[in-house]
């Protein structure tokens, strides 16, 4: 070819170590040239495709060159993995879990990011469909779904997916660059990428970016060191068992003044935030401080408890099941007419969810219960936040979810409530059994983990080998 048209035809063998080169690619078409954009903007470019392909690739050995200087040279037969980390070298290697999901029809493999590693934009969301990049506007909802309620706004996961699809399935001619394409049942392809990340993301049994390792179920008294008033003894919740951890060394820091000086015991499952704690109390009626055995944790209280009210409610959706909670008197509450007639459409699906509204007269209507987990909160003022999102649920419970987790948050614990030593354990042993324990619903961190290397660095010590909380404090 030269200039776009056919100098000659022939047979050529291309057997491996043929090269292929394109040299002068705009001696005919100078107007494009004009069109380029800075060195370092192209040349960006050229990396972002050289990497699309790569990571497409891993069985393939790939290099590229820039004006005479290596800046990648990638091996063959590298695992996934491997090859997704030597691109995007920020990506701490802790951060990924693998995606895998398979249905009749469509297959979804790759990584995905934990929620506490997102960025401001989609720069590092890497989709491939049948091991071509490319993109379908279905695949950005079901993204969203996939992590929803795990993000705060405008921040961005980062995933690496590779969708398998039978060809006759897809269209891949509604664009010229064939960067986007159609699906044939796009609600199968969102519905199965939106399970296959939130899998991914419930299987926490590996370690965390932000908490370390998986957790216990009992809340244990160590006896009390002289001077400290804490209580002797041991409570456990839920009938958990466990069996006695050591008392901390004389030399452990000593508790807050009035703290519960509490150690979870280690537990026999994984996907928990750590394997045992010792509450070392509460600061600024906003923060549980922790000891672990991998070092220090703050504890956003308010937002550990909307955590664990919105996964009970919803659980209990899942399995309808809400238990309904009678309230002492009845609140009326009058509505707009479009969020009556929203509220009028959705009265069976709010029963369902466990709660008691009922018509009364016009666009008002009483409310006389409430669903049980979401404890001492104004009935009126939630079902006016309801109504107006309900237009979009068509009746649905299972699409109140935003809803249910503002309810969640105006039930939660307080930021400025005082916890006593019990509310303490049971809100830990709670956080514990939850799904996701390391953001709340809106996306905000509910727990920051600082190793015993970090305050080591920050103390500038050696970093202590911590075998055991107990042990890692010299």
Known sequence: MSGGKMQEVREAGCPPGT????????????ARRKFLRSEQTECARVRQVFMMYALANPAVGMRLKIDGRTLHNLPANAAGKDRLLELFRTIPKDALRPV?????????SGFAALPSFSRSDRSEQCIFINCRPAWAPVLSGAISEGYHSLLPRNRHPVLFLFIGIA???VDVNVHPAKKEVRFHSPGAVRAAVAQAIRTALQNTAARSIFVPN???GAIQMPPPRTGSSAPTGLFTYGGSSFKKRPAPASDAAPLLPGAAGTAAAPAASAGKPWNWCRVIGQIGSLYVVL??????VL?????????????????AISGRAVESQALLTAETVVLTPADALNLRKSLAALKQAGFGIHEFGQDTFLVDALPACLGDISAGRL?????????????????????????????????RARLTESEIGRLITDLEKAEMPYTCPHGRPVIIHFSFQDLARKFGRNAPRAESGANARG
Do not use: W
């Open 291 to 296: 000891e672990t055995e991998d070092g220090l």
């Open 167 to 169: 060809p006759e399935l």
């Open 214 to 216: 998986p957790p216990g």
């Open 299 to 315: 504890m956003d209280q308010h937002a550990a408890h909307e955590r664990v009210l919105f996964e009970k409610y919803t659980a």
């Open 19 to 30: 090269t292929v080169e394109v040299r002068n690619l705009f001696f005919n078409v100078p």
């Open 383 to 415: 079902v006016a936040e309801i109504a107006p999102a309900l237009a979009e649920g068509a009746g649905s419970v299972e699409l109140m979810v935003e809803q249910i987790a503002k309810a969640a948050c105006h039930a939660a614990v307080k930021a």
């Open 100 to 108: 895998a999901y398979t249905s009749p029809e469509i297959k979804v």
